[in-house]
T-cell receptor, first 112, second 112 residues
């Protein structure tokens, strides 16, 4: 079964800083998800990526399939970016009915 | 378009009361559907998944049950809630080998 580890667990930074959140997994996968969970609990899907890099606004996600590692970057961070960021990978290689294994999340606080 | 709906967003229930959380999807047929739970300080953990009407698989023993009465409907239930059932519940729809997934908004359940 895939094991998903995130770091750091908690991160506090000043507005404008460049943020990096890391995710590693143990079993080779076809794609990995990054999710955002705001205070109050709602989940938003940020990225699904299977190779290389994706960018959406100030968010950038990268993945290295060979090293089984992904990173989520936030440029010019803002207090509204404060949230829990979660990575998720297929529980077994290939996904399907096996579902996703989620990391424990990174609690990000951006101070003004 | 493909969407997933989950309700309610928040719920406060007394110990011993019943529970029913509903999840419906649109824009697809015969989806794989999942219920996850996030307890305090932990990552999202798979509770149930379903590959079709009346087909439910349980990942962990618990005080909860799931049903799939219609192709695009997935229900999480309990006859008598426990304090330990408090947490964040998430419905997800996972498609195919590329692991494309859609997530409901989540339900934050507090048992008092």
């Amino acid at each position: 079964k895939n094991e998903v580890e995130q770091s750091p667990q908690n991160l506090t930074a000043q507005e404008g800083e460049f943020i990096t959140i890391n995710c590693s997994y143990s079993v080779g996968i076809s794609a990995l998800h990054w999710l955002q969970q705001h205070p109050g609990g709602g989940i938003v899907s940020l990225f699904m990526l299977s190779s290389g890099k994706k960018k959406h606004g100030r968010l950038i996600a990268t993945i290295n399939i060979q090293e089984k590692h992904s990173s989520l970057h936030i440029t010019a961070s803002h207090p509204r970016d404060s949230a829990v960021y979660i990575c998720a990978a297929p529980s077994y290689s290939g996904g399907g009915a096996d579902g996703l294994t989620f990391g424990k999340g990174t609690h990000l606080i951006i101070q003004p | 378009s493909q969407t997933i709906h989950q309700w309610p967003a928040t719920l406060v229930q007394p110990v011993g009361s019943p529970l029913s959380l509903e999840c419906t999807v649109e824009g697809t047929s015969n989806p794989n559907l999942y219920w996850y739970r996030q307890a305090a300080g932990r990552g999202l953990q798979l509770l149930f998944y379903s590959v079709g009407i009346g087909q439910i698989s349980s990942e962990v023993p618990q005080n909860l049950s799931a049903s799939r009465p219609q192709d695009r409907q997935f229900i999480l239930s309990s006859k008598k809630l426990l304090l330990s059932d408090s947490g964040f519940y998430l419905c997800a729809w996972n498609i195919g080998q590329e692991s494309q997934a859609f997530f409901g908004q989540g339900t934050r359940l507090t048992v008092v």
